[in-house]
Each structure stands twice: as structure tokens, then as C-alpha cells.
């Protein structure tokens, strides 16, 4: 791949609208990427590895639960700090954003709002500085937009809990040390499970063959009669909207994340729009490219608006999941058409690794397919603005 | 050890560069600003290595406005102990010499060190100037410093090769590439920086003594012409009846 020659584009101004040191957050985050990941990224995709080596660097520019207060190790920033840094891993690769993403929103999240102290104490520190990487088992092989129905189950034993089932398409899964699991009590009711690397009957396989997050790991967890102890059950909510309001927290993150990819897509299309030479002038001059170039930045602008909004209205307190909802919908489906066109802007080299385009596009698809379809989320925009169930 | 550092904003590489109020000021406007890479890369980092290995403080000091805070923040975040802002805008190298002199001839400082230039204006006076207003020693553009007890061991790239230079402590250094790797300011810092103290000085009454006529562009670039290589005729010709430089 070439030199990572990335700069952001504001058309609105909306720097304006941040605070120094959010600025200050996402331009380090920005070097770090260009020192220490873009140089490899192409390459892990390539071999369909992820590259454990980023972790300290993560950890360092916050992207480990930034919005975690820094009694368990995070940093106590607002939520437009932590949708920054999400923006600025995908704009490098929607692989590196969803490890974060996961460990922040899925794994530290569900631990601060739902565990016990002890469970806080334990685990956050570490989740922060990357010691322990985590992951979060919500879907099983028969359970993807509906998972509610999850067969995954835990029986009490008196001193422990017994856990029994599968899940399937578990980002970190691999290498994680600790899973939230999401599983039924006897009564039918979904609980959260805290469950760590070691524990008997527990194994992680990893899944091969993805086309797409191939620099993110993605694997199963299997649970053959793993004895729980009791004291690693998340006790501060049950029932599926425990499970929800992490995937409000990391749909938020995809939100920004999805224009970081866009962003990038339209910075390279506009670079390599002005240097590439047809018919005796550079293609940036003809009136086809220019639309592309023109409805681009005009869809970036618009998502980089409603996703700063949502921002606010988190800090707040008062974003909806609907309104997440939305923002996740829209920028994924606005990255995707942006790096379509990109790819076709750049020509034949367009489809090459030398360009950051195809591998963003085939990224792009996980991204509008976890964290609830694209579908699933017009009918949650469809259930509250009319009122009535389309799921099922 | 006390170590003081020079630290100014200056434009964004990027930048598109245009003057207003008939070609005397810099356009400013949807400028974005980045620390000096000589002040960040180099001065600031080696002060902070220095410090890490023989203890002491590290301080940085700006002529200027509200408008640097951001950037004493980041350098506030890549580690500087505290900041000081002399709150003036600054006219020309002399006067920024003189008020950097003015604060650090009563606060005891064993090194004071400056990048070799600002990346806009690149007058490269300051250090020059603020050595001899403290009566102290001055290295220029030095690309690595040593400090062993109260003396500086420093290295120059002169004309093909390396000239090493000793001074005694207290010392100005300019700073140049090779001083120190950057650094990338983490979140810890970021947190850190938002306490550490940050003190707005009123400015002496220094002047400063030259004034900026009139800034002009440089003379646009011509078109390029390409030339095959089989073609040495057509080549000579143009040097010789186009170019006239043969
Ligand atoms: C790379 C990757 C990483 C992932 N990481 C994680 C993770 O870390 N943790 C985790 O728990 N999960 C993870 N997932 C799983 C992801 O959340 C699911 O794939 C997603 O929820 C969709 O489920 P499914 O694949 O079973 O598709 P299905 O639910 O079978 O959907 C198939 C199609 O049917 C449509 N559909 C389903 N129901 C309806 C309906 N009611 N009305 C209209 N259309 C409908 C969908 O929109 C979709 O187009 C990951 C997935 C991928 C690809």
C-alpha cells in the first residue's frame, strides 16, 4: 500500500463545534494509525490475521473505553471523545474500529453498568490498558437478528452456574479472556455471564473464510457444561434489553466509525481524482467525476452532522436507540455507496491493495450486516415512528 | 535540572497560504495550526528525555495570544511539567527574544532549549538573540545533546560530517532533526494536561524592531515540459534557445 497520505475534510466547519482537546484526541489517534498501523494493515488483511501488536497502541490512544471513569482505568471523556476515535480506526480498517468497539462498548460497558464493584475492579483496569482483550457472545448459529429466541442456557447448581450452548460469529473471540455471554436462566430470562479463558468445557475456535473484517479475528464460543462461579453473573439488569443498550453504545460507535471509512474512500478518490491525467487533463475535471466527488462529500457532511448531534444528545443522556438506530443505518449504507464510487473513480487501480478502497468496501458489509442488519434497523425506525411490530 | 521550552503554532503543511491587509499579514483564516515541528519533535522531546533520566522540570514558554492554547495543551500532553503564555502577539524575532529572556532571567534555568525555526516564517533568530540577552552560551541547530553533570556535549551536521561542541550549563540550544523521535501525546496525557497549570504572563515592554513591508507569493511554477529520451536534440535545443542556461 502507499504512504497513508489521509487528511480530514470538514466542509462544515464542525471543527468548530469540538472541543481542543477532542481535537486534540483525534489528531493523536490519527498519527498513531499513520506511524503504527497503516504500514501493516494491507498485510494482515492480505493474511487474514489480526494484528495483536496494535493492543498496547490502543490502549495508549484510549480507544479501550475512553468513557469508562478512570477509577476503573478509562479516561472519563465524553462520548463525542470515544466517537472520534471510532471514526479514526475505520478511516484505517473497520477491523481495527470493531476490536475496539467491542472491548469498549460490548465488554466494558455491560461490566461497568451491570456488574458488581468487584467485577469492575477486576476487570476494567485491565480491559483498559489491553492486558485482557473481551468479547461478546449474543448471536448463535440459529439466533442472528432474532436473538431473543438464543437456546444458550445456565442452570443453578447451587454453588455455581451451569452453562450450556454455542455462539457464533464472536468478534475476539479467539484470543479473548474473558466473554459476556448471554444466556437463559431456567425461568427463560437473559442474563449476562462473565466467562474466562480456562474454564473447563469452554473453547473458542476461530471461523476462517471471511471476505470481509479479515484483520479482525471472528470465532464461535462453545460451552460443554462450563461450571460458572456464581459471583461472574452481571447482576444489574436481565431480560434482552441488557444486551440492547451495549449495542446502543457500540451502534454509536459504528455510527462514526462508518464515516471514518467514507472519509477515507472520498480523500482518496479526490487525490487520486486530481492526479490521474485522461484525455489530456486530470479526470477531477470532468463533469461525471465531479458528481461522484460532489454527492460524496455532500453525504459525508451530512452523516458527520447528525452523528455530532447524536454525540450531544448522548452526553445527554438523551439519545434514543431509535435515533442510534438511524445514525448506524445511515452512515454504514452512505460508506458503502461512497466507497463504491470511490473504487470507480480510481479506475483499474481502484480494485488493487494499493489503494485502501476494495478493503474498506468488503469491510463494509460485515459492518451493515452485525450490530443488526440494515433491514432490522428500518423496521426499528419503521416500529417508532408508526407504532406497529414489523418484525415478526 | 529546569528546562525551559520555546514552543509557537505554525501552519498546517497543507495550508493554503494568502495574505490579507495589503499583503503585510498572514491570512489566519481556516488556517489550522499545528506546533512547530522543530518546537514538538525535537526541543520538547529531548527537554522530556533529559528530564526523565536526570530528574528536574520541564516548561514550556509562548509569545502569543489565547489562540496558542491549543497547542501549549498538546505540548501540555506530550508531557511539559507546566506552561507559560507571554500574553502579547508577537512582532519579530527580537521581541519574542527579549520577552523569552525577560521571564527566564529571574527563574534559574539550566537549559533553554528553542527549534532551530519556525516552519513559517523561519527567521531563526530567536535562540541567537535570547542566549546573548541571559548572557548565556548558544548552540544552533544542534541534531544531538548529552548532558553530563553541568556541561552540554552536542553534535552539529556541518558540510559532510559532524561537529561536536561542549558548553557549560546554563546553555541555549536551536534544535534541529535528529535531537529526538516524536512522540504522540496518549490519552493518560491528554487527561494530565487538562490540571497542569498554564500561567498567562503579562508581556515587559519589549518592541520589536523590524516591520514586515509586504509578504508576495512565489512566482508561480511554469508548465513542464517532457522531452524523449531518444531525443537529445530537442533536448539541447530547449536548454540552449528556451531555458539560456547553456
Ligand atoms: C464479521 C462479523 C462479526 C460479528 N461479531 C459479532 C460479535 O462480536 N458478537 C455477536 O453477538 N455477533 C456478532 N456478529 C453477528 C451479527 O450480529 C449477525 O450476523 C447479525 O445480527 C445478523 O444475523 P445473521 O447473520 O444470523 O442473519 P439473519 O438474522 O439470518 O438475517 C439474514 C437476512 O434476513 C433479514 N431479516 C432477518 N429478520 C428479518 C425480519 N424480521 N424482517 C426482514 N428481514 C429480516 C436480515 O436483514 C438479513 O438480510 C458478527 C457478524 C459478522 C459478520
Redesign the pocket.
Known amino acids: 500500500m502507499r504512504t497513508d497520505q489521509y487528511q480530514g475534510h470538514d466542509y462544515y466547519e464542525m471543527d468548530e463545534l469540538l472541543t481542543d482537546e477532542h481535537k486534540l484526541i483525534r489528531d493523536a489517534a490519527r498519527a498513531w494509525i499513520k506511524k503504527d498501523v497503516s504500514p501493516i494493515i494491507e498485510d494482515y488483511y492480505e493474511r487474514s490475521e489480526f494484528p495483536s501488536q496494535v493492543i498496547p497502541g490502543l490502549a495508549e490512544i484510549g480507544a479501550f473505553g475512553p468513557y469508562i471513569p478512570t477509577e476503573y482505568g478509562g479516561a472519563g471523556m465524553d462520548q463525542i471523545a470515544y466517537g472520534l476515535i471510532m471514526q479514526e480506526l475505520e478511516r484505517c480498517d473497520s477491523g481495527l474500529r470493531s476490536t475496539a468497539s467491542?472491548q469498549s462498548s460490548?465488554v466494558m460497558y455491560p461490566i461497568w453498568k451491570y456488574g458488581t464493584e468487584e467485577q469492575k475492579q477486576k476487570f476494567l483496569p485491565k480491559l483498559a490498558s489491553g492486558e485482557y482483550i473481551g468479547?461478546?457472545?449474543?448471536?448463535e448459529p440459529d439466533h442472528?437478528?432474532?436473538p431473543g429466541g438464543m437456546i444458550t442456557n445456565f442452570k443453578d447448581q447451587g454453588d455455581h452456574y451451569l452453562l450450556n450452548g454455542a455462539?457464533l460469529?464472536?468478534?475476539n473471540s479467539p484470543f479473548a479472556q474473558v466473554a459476556v455471554v448471554w444466556a437463559k436462566n431456567e425461568d427463560g430470562r437473559i442474563n449476562g455471564l462473565l466467562v474466562e479463558r480456562g474454564m473447563e468445557g469452554f473453547t473458542t475456535p476461530e471461523m476462517k473464510g471471511?471476505w470481509?473484517?479479515r484483520a479482525s479475528a471472528?470465532g464461535e464460543l462453545v460451552f460443554d457444561n462450563v461450571k460458572v462461579p456464581k459471583e461472574n453473573l452481571l447482576p444489574g439488569r436481565s431480560g434482552l434489553g441488557a444486551p440492547l443498550s451495549c449495542l446502543d453504545s457500540a451502534r454509536y460507535g459504528i455510527a462514526w466509525g462508518a464515516i471514518g471509512a467514507a472519509l477515507d474512500c472520498y480523500d482518496s478518490a479526490l487525490r487520486y481524482s486530481k492526479e490521474r491525467n485522461q484525455f489530456g487533463k486530470p479526470i477531477a475535471g470532468f463533469q461525471l467525476q465531479q458528481k461522484k466527488l460532489a454527492e460524496m462529500i455532500t453525504e459525508i457532511t451530512k452523516a458527520q452532522l447528525l452523528t455530532l448531534r447524536l454525540g450531544q444528545l448522548r452526553n445527554e443522556g438523551r439519545a434514543t436507540s431509535a435515533q442510534i438506530s438511524m445514525a448506524k443505518r445511515n452512515n454504514v449504507e452512505m460508506a458503502l455507496k461512497v466507497a463504491r464510487e470511490a473504487r470507480q473513480i480510481h479506475g483499474g487501480m481502484g480494485v488493487t491493495n494499493e489503494y485502501p478502497i476494495m478493503r474498506h468496501m468488503m469491510n463494509l458489509e460485515?459492518v451493515v450486516?452485525?450490530?443488526?442488519?440494515?433491514?432490522?434497523h428500518l423496521?426499528i425506525t419503521g416500529l417508532d415512528i408508526t407504532g406497529e411490530n414489523a418484525?415478526? | 535540572m529546569k528546562i525551559l521550552v520555546g514552543i509557537s503554532k505554525a501552519p498546517d503543511t497543507t495550508t493554503k497560504i494568502s495574505f490579507t491587509d495589503n499583503n503585510t499579514k498572514f491570512n489566519e483564516d481556516k488556517v489550522q495550526f499545528i506546533v512547530n515541528p522543530y518546537d514538538e519533535w525535537y526541543a520538547l522531546v529531548r527537554g522530556l528525555e533529559l528530564k526523565e533520566k536526570n530528574g528536574g522540570t520541564v516548561t514550556t514558554i509562548t509569545v502569543g495570544g489565547t489562540d496558542h492554547d491549543p497547542i501549549i495543551r498538546k505540548a501540555l500532553a506530550i508531557g511539559a511539567d507546566d506552561a507559560v503564555r507571554i500574553n502579547t502577539e508577537a512582532a519579530d524575532g527580537y521581541m519574542v527574544a527579549r520577552q523569552i529572556a525577560d521571564y527566564a532571567k529571574d527563574n534559574g534555568y539550566d537549559l533553554i532549549l528553542l527549534g532551530k525555526e519556525t516552519i513559517d516564517y523561519n527567521g531563526s533568530m530567536v535562540g541567537g538573540m535570547t542566549a546573548e540577552l541571559l548572557d548565556m552560551p548558544y548552540v544552533s541547530v544542534a541534531s544531538k545533546l548529552e548532558i553530563e553533570g553541568r556541561t552540554a556535549i552536542l553534535e552539529r551536521d556541518v558540510q559532510g560530517g559532524i561537529e561536536v561542541v561542549e558548553a557549560d550549563l546554563p546553555l541555549v540550544v536551536s534544535c534541529a532533526k535528529g535531537m529526538a523521535e516524536q512522540r504522540i501525546p496518549n490519552m493518560r496525557g491528554i487527561m494530565a494536561a487538562r490540571t497542569k497549570p498554564l500561567n498567562v504572563i503579562e508581556p515587559s515592554d519589549a518592541k520589536g524592531l523590524t516591520r514586515v513591508v509586504e509578504y508576495n507569493l512565489p512566482v508561480e511554477k511554469g508548465e513542464v515540459k517532457i522531452v524523449d529520451a531518444e531525443n537529445m536534440d530537442e533536448l539541447v535545443s530547449l536548454l540552449h534557445n528556451e531555458a539560456k542556461v547553456i
Open positions: 467491542v460490548l468479547c461478546f457472545g449474543l448471536t442472528g437478528s432474532n455462539k460469529w464472536i468478534s471471511k470481509s473484517l471472528t460485515s450486516t452485525y450490530e443488526g442488519t440494515h433491514d432490522i423496521l418484525f415478526v
